[in-house]
């Protein structure tokens, strides 16, 4: 009985060589003899490429293999990841719905209320703001009030208060003629811009007192006053009135003995000449002749038309 294969001289070598009895070192005895038919190629490339066709029947097994464990290690993780939310959500499930972790967190929700002990000195306030109203506790504080009394003054602080008090009367004791007095009886008939000036000079050092208009105390008003009263010119005791009872000029042609009037109407003087006016400056201060520090003015002239 054949099996349809051909023998050649190497295959029948090789098939001789395996039927060859073999024979145990130890044993003195022949064993059995093994039998096999084998296909052998014929030729060495022939056996190069039987080789490769097995490499390759082998490796698509090899990658399915490898494949399946990826997917597998995927799917595993994808389903863990899935389920760690829903043990977020109640991590304290268990077979029969409830833990001893759960049980205290319920205790502590009952029974774990804050209780704050009020003392008797705090008090309800309503506050009120728009629409919304709330009540506040506020702590009842006793403040003692702060007088500013003569009791409280110092020797020296009461002294100085009653040397004050002192001066300013004698500041406003004024016995002499007031400026009704000159504009009944002036003592200067003869007018001129010059002789104005300087009667006004004569009153340099002359406290300021606010509302004065005798040499006891001339504000800025009252010195005009009183000074253009002893020419026989009235004048009202104001700023914007006797602004306005003058002629205006330019201070090209202002002389000594003319008005300067700041233009917002707070203020005025003797024009002094040099861009100087005399006047009584404000409170703290004395009738002096200074600079003019402003440009913002208007210069007025009586007595001369």
Not at 42 to 49: G, S
Not at 73 to 95: E, K, Q, R, V, W
Not at 180 to 196: G, K
């Amino acid at each position: 009985m054949t099996n349809g294969i051909i023998p050649t001289s190497s295959t029948s070598t090789l098939v001789a060589r395996r039927s060859t009895p073999r024979t145990d070192p130890i044993r003195t005895g022949p064993i059995d003899t093994v039998t096999t038919s084998v296909a052998v190629p014929a030729t060495r490339r022939a056996a190069r490429d039987a080789d490769r066709a097995q490499v390759k029947a082998a490796r698509p097994g090899a990658k399915k293999t490898a494949v399946s464990v990826v997917v597998m290690t995927l799917t595993a993780g994808l389903i863990g990841t899935m389920a760690l939310p829903a043990f977020a959500l109640n991590p304290s499930s268990s077979s029969n719905g409830s833990s001893s972790a759960t049980a205290a967190l319920n205790s502590v929700r009952a029974n774990g209320a804050q209780s704050v002990a009020v003392g008797g000195s705090v008090a309800d306030a309503s506050v009120a703001r728009d629409d919304y109203t709330t009540t506040l506790p506020v702590v009842k504080k006793v403040v003692t009030p702060t007088t500013t009394t003569a009791s409280t003054l110092t020797a020296s602080q009461s002294a100085a208060a009653t040397t004050a008090r002192a001066s300013f009367a004698a500041s406003t004791a004024y016995s002499g003629k007031t400026a009704s007095d000159y504009l009944a009886d002036p003592s200067h008939p003869a007018f001129s811009l010059a002789a104005v000036y300087q009667t006004a000079l004569k009153y340099v050092g002359t406290p300021y007192v606010f509302g004065g208009a005798t040499p006891s105390g001339f504000d800025c008003s009252g010195f005009v006053m009183y000074v253009y009263a002893q020419y026989g010119i009235s004048l009202a005791h104001s700023v914007p009135l006797q602004s306005a009872a003058g002629t205006t000029i330019s201070q090209a042609d202002a002389e000594p003995g003319d008005i300067v009037v700041l233009n917002n109407g707070s203020h005025d003087g003797f024009y002094a000449g040099n861009g100087m006016i005399l006047d009584a400056p404000k409170p703290g201060g004395r009738v002096s002749v200074r600079p003019l520090w402003t440009s913002d003015v208007h210069f007025v002239r009586f007595g001369i038309k």
